[in-house]
T-cell receptor
């Protein structure tokens, strides 16, 4: 039982390049999320998927796209990377059954540097 | 939308002392209040949470208190140890857990 697995752990891009961050969970969770974490700014939601087949914007969606490939997998794509997207990215998932008060389980994070 | 303010941003204590971190929130509909701990270079992990129908919850050396009238909740760590050194985040989700608004974090340093 691996929990939430995200790849790659580290990536260096040049401005304008594209890349996809991959995330998979094996906990049969319904909802998945992508956050970015910048120094002193906590966690900010980029996109989320409440259930398979749905996606929605979070607080900071500009410059990103997502795909909920199936119940297990949720990818984040940067089409044209910019230095402002240098950050640590966390994928997370939650069960979201009934009460709406569920624990977030995070992946280990992906450190992205855009030169 | 929800606004969550967390204080202090940094906190330094001597080993064995207590530490208190406070968060205030704006949305009175929020009903679940988790605290996450993030060690350096690691992922955030839930350490304790409280629901709106409870005023206090304890788990060994950590406790969370909630004041719904004043819209604030606090994390209390007693008998602090060096391994408590980390960044602590509060959150106030409404609806889906992952749509939480997080506080900006408190960096706790426990000096041996």
């Amino acid at each position: 039982n691996a929990g939430v697995t995200q790849t790659p752990k580290f990536q260096v891009l040049k401005t304008g390049q594209s890349m996809t961050l991959q995330c998979a969970q094996d906990m049969n969770h319904n909802s998945m999320y992508w956050y970015r974490q910048d120094p002193g700014m906590g966690l900010r939601l980029i996109y989320y998927s409440a259930s398979e087949g749905t996606t929605d914007k979070g607080e900071v969606p500009n410059g990103y796209n997502v795909s909920r490939l199936n119940k297990r997998e949720f990818s984040l794509r940067l089409e044209s990377a910019a230095p402002s997207q240098t950050s640590v990215y966390f994928c997370a998932s939650s069960l979201e059954g009934g009460t709406g008060a569920n624990v977030l389980t995070f992946g280990a994070g992906s450190r992205l540097t855009v030169l | 939308g929800e606004n969550v303010e967390q204080h202090p941003s940094t906190l330094s204590v001597q080993e064995g002392d207590s530490a208190v971190i406070k968060c205030t929130y704006s949305d009175s509909a929020s009903n679940y209040f988790p605290w996450y701990k993030q060690e350096l270079g690691k992922r955030p992990q839930l350490i304790i949470d409280i629901r709106s129908n409870v005023g206090e919850k304890k788990d060994q050396r950590i406790a969370v208190t909630l004041n719904k009238t004043a819209k604030h909740f606090s994390l209390h760590i007693t008998e602090t140890q060096p391994e408590d050194s980390a960044v602590y985040f509060c959150a106030a989700p409404r609806g889906h857990a992952g749509k939480s608004t997080f506080g900006d974090g408190t960096t706790l340093t426990v000096k041996p």
